[in-house]
């Protein structure tokens, strides 16, 4: 059973529609990311389902039951923000136990309850502290301590890593998969980080413009992205793009003449393309091997090479369109001086003038 469902929600802020016609099934147990960038209605979303904002259309079911018109206190969530929302001049303990000292719980167990949430977020040496000597993922900790001594059916995460340095996302990032494996529990989280949706998704949902544009696990999208933006919105480095033209479509392959690698034929899914047709080619910068060894040969010119050390980054942009290449280990190129590439047919995808992705 979906532990979450949306059918057909839509929020309209007087005449903007934030979002449009939301259907969605989070099973039990699933850690599911809303990802997007900035005002494509995630974070509207995730009110929607505390129950923060009401719905202007749709219903909301957690558990199997309808919660479309309950109040955010009457539904079995608990929500954790991007800015901790502790209380400063509270304790540690008190902070966590909070929720459960507003439920009247006797206060044996109310000490149970917090010194469980706080060995699971490794906060036990530093109950007796104010937030103010804490981290910024030691608060985070906190907060989430404090979700989890709710015992709630779903966990609401809004872009809770995102006032913390890069280093302490990474190492929150890890802590925040564990401690949903440990838990069981079903997450939702929304960022607009990719990289935290990818690194941390059981599915990702990918929202634009306040409408769903794909569902599926990470590997899903990143390899069969249904159509532009999920293509560019996914994967760092982004996807390359070049404008190209059909030649001929024929069975399970289509010839396209493009912009830099000139006429290539590649798998196809066999329909909705006819020669004529404007597409656009998507080549993924790890993709793009060095030397001649793959079907699609062309060249570049590298105007900037960034050395990693795991990788090399080229920036190959032309006529303001940007192109780039990511090759292992430290290859000995130089901006300026031309290189030979090339990518497996197979991994060259092909979308229709509508955006929607054609290879097979
Ligand atoms: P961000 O990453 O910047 O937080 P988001 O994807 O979470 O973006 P939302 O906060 O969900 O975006 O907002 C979606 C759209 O709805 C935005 O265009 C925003 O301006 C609009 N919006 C949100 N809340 C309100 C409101 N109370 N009144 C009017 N418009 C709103």
Same mark, same amino acid.
């Given at each position: ?7 057909g929600?839509s929020?309209?802020y007087g005449?903007?529609?934030?979002l449009k016609?939301?259907?969605?099934e989070?099973a ?19 009110r ?6 009401p719905v202007s259309e749709g ?6 039951k309808d ?12 929500m954790?923000?991007q ?5 400063p ?8 136990a909070?929720?459960?000292q ?5 206060k044996?167990?109310?000490r149970?309850e #917090? ?16 937030p ?16 989890i ?12 890593l ?6 302490l996302r990474?190492?929150m ?6 401690l949903h ?17 990818m ?20 590997m899903?999208?990143y390899?069969n ?6 293509a ?22 289509v ?20 020669a004529?047709?404007? #597409? ?8 793009l091997e ?5 079907? #699609?040969?062309?060249?570049v010119v590298p105007e900037a ?20 290449a ?6 000995k190129?130089r901006?300026?001086?031309a ?5 497996d ?16």
């Open positions: 059973m979906a532990e979450l469902e949306l059918s929600v929020k309209t005449a903007f529609n934030a016609d939301v259907s969605l989070i039990d147990g699933e850690f599911a990311v809303f990802v997007g960038p900035s005002g494509c209605g995630k974070s509207t979303l995730l929607l389902i505390a129950g923060l904002d219903q909301i079911a957690i558990g199997g919660v479309t018109s309950r109040q955010a206190g009457q539904r079995p969530i608990a954790v923000f800015n901790y929302a502790l209380y001049h509270m304790s540690v303990y008190d902070n966590i909070f929720p459960l507003m439920e009247r719980r006797p044996d167990e109310i149970a #917090v010194a469980k949430a706080a060995q699971i977020v490794q906060l036990s040496t530093r109950l007796q502290d104010k103010s000597k804490l981290s910024g993922g030691q608060r985070q900790r906190v907060a989430i301590a404090r979700a001594v709710r015992k709630p059916g779903i966990f609401l995460m809004d872009e809770p995102s006032n913390l340095d890069a280093a990474m190492e990032r890890s802590e925040l998969t564990q494996r440990r838990l069981g529990s079903t997450m939702v989280y929304v960022t607009h980080d990719q990289l935290e949706a690194t941390m998704a059981d599915r990702i949902v990918v929202l634009n413009g306040g409408k769903v544009e794909q569902v599926g696990p990470p899903e999208l390899h992205p249904a159509n532009l933006f999920v560019g919105f996914i994967g760092s480095p982004p996807m390359n793009f070049l404008a190209g033209t059909v030649r001929s479509a024929e069975g399970a392959t010839s396209v003449e493009a912009a830099r690698i000139g006429v290539v034929t590649l798998p196809f899914s066999g329909e909705h393309l006819s004529g047709d404007s #597409v656009t080619l998507g080549i993924r910068p790890e993709a060095l030397g001649a060894g793959r079907q #699609v040969q062309f060249s090479v960034e050395r990693l050390g795991l990788h090399t980054i080229v920036h190959a942009g032309e006529e303001g369109r940007p192109f780039t990511l090759f292992n280990g430290d290859p190129l901006a300026g001086e290189i030979n590439v090339s990518v047919g197979a991994s060259v995808k092909v979308f229709d003038a509508d955006g929607i992705l054609r290879s097979r």
